[in-house]
């Protein structure tokens, strides 16, 4: 996506927690490893934003099946969502599209 187009904003999301503790912990893990590249991506001059999902849900609260969010948990979910776009437009990475790409 960079490569093609170097001026557009890549939001990437941390995956959720996880009831079983082993899982949750290589999600641990592997948000970890979203987040050392997105800072590389971020010291590259890239606009390449986290999205932090896995803060904002409560295991027990707001996963219904180990795995997935509760309808409360979804909420939570877009308002991390609608708050991340707030604050990248805020820093003046979202621009008008370029007339004749992509479509």
Known sequence: ILAGC??????????IHREDAGVDRRTAEYNAEIRNA????DKAGQHVYLVDQYAAIVPGDD???GIHPSPAGYDK?????????????SMGW???PVPGIGG
């Open 6 to 15: 170097p001026d557009a904003v890549v939001m990437v999301a941390a995956i």
């Open 38 to 41: 997105q800072s590389r991506r």
């Open 94 to 96: 979202i621009s008008d």
């Open 63 to 65: 996963i219904i099946d």
């Open 77 to 89: 979910m877009a308002e991390v969502w609608r708050l991340a776009i707030q604050q990248v437009d």
